[in-house]
């Protein structure tokens, strides 16, 4: 075993050895690549995007999933439903991180490889809004959140050299050129809120606007970054966790966050978690979900009316789980 596999099982032993609850029981949806959830605010959906270029509505169990939205102009259904290659995400789009403005109803989206955009309730072609960000094009777009008392929308791009199509190299490299920013729909602004990150997931904004904590998968951290208060515009680490990935918040005003801990020795090995903690960064509650997700990593755990959703933008199923 490396040092660095032993370094990751002692330093991350609390969370490695604690499960408060394992799910065993899911509900699977069979869908590609759905890497992320959004819900409108009377409850419906979840909406989520596939490796298709899709995103896509849950309309009950006697429908089920119906087409909604797209990014690409270039997309059409004949030619690009249902393919998973990633090398036609350029051409046909790469939904990842979603999110409602609740106030605006309209549906947030960040694309892997188009950039930023809206859509209405009506849904179709969504509106691009940005693929740039102070003169340095996105590379690859990954979480988003917005905050529906403001407006704005706060999102991540985990590299400034590397696609998703180079994943493998971020993760050798330990890639620290991620940024986390955020977008002014009044400005139509898209601003740099951080720099050198280590694989920034989907940030989440926090109760009374105050706040945003940014998770680094690569770096095996979250931190908080102030909005306002007399820290405004300051970052400061507030827990060491492996492999964060999206943030959630709840209507508690915890936050969910799907952890991955990754081993290479003596055998390649993910273990699945998803680790509620409250603002400070204290643990709360940890799901183990290793029962469906086996050895893979995850990307997001929902916390949603009486349920758990869980996604991976590098699985054919996202699943569900009843919280009681």
Not at 64 to 91: M, Q
Request: aromatic fraction near 12%.
């Amino acid at each position: 075993m490396t040092k660095r596999s032993i370094f990751i099982i002692f330093f991350f032993l609390p969370l490695l050895v604690r499960s408060d609850r394992t799910l065993n029981t899911f509900t699977i949806f069979q869908i590609s690549g759905p890497e992320s959830f959004a819900f409108e605010l009377t409850g419906h959906g979840p909406y989520s995007g596939l490796s298709d270029g899709r995103i896509i509505k849950y309309q009950g169990p006697e429908i089920g999933f119906v087409d909604f939205a797209y990014t690409s102009p270039n997309r059409t259904k004949e030619k690009y439903d249902g393919t998973n290659d990633p090398e036609l995400g350029p051409i046909c789009g790469r939904p990842l991180g979603l999110g409602f403005n609740y106030r605006t109803e309209e549906l947030y989206i960040v694309d892997v490889y188009l950039g930023l955009f809206k859509v209405g309730p009506k849904g179709g072609l969504a509106k691009q809004l940005a693929t740039a960000a102070e003169g340095v094009p996105f590379k690859w777009l990954d979480g988003l959140d917005v905050d529906s008392r403001t407006g704005m929308v706060y999102f991540t791009d985990i590299s400034t050299k590397y696609t998703m199509r180079d994943l493998k190299t971020v993760i050798r490299i330990r890639d620290s050129t991620g940024r986390f920013m955020s977008y002014n729909p009044k400005t139509n602004e898209v601003k740099v809120l951080l720099r050198g990150l280590q694989g920034p997931g989907g940030a989440g904004v926090g109760r009374e606007s105050s706040f945003v904590l940014v998770p680094e998968c690569i770096g095996n951290r979250l931190s908080t970054y102030w909005l306002k208060g007399p820290k405004t515009n300051k970052t400061e680490l507030i827990m060491s966790i492996p492999g964060p990935t999206n943030i959630k918040r709840t209507l508690s005003d915890d936050f969910w966050i799907a952890s991955t801990i990754n081993l290479q020795e003596p055998a390649p090995l993910a273990i699945p978690r998803g680790v509620k903690v409250d603002e400070f960064g204290n643990v709360l509650q940890v799901l183990n979900l290793a029962g469906i997700y086996n050895n893979s990593a995850i990307i997001e755990v929902q916390e949603f009316g009486d349920s758990y959703y869980i996604g991976s933008a590098f699985l054919s199923f996202a699943a569900s789980s009843k919280i009681c």
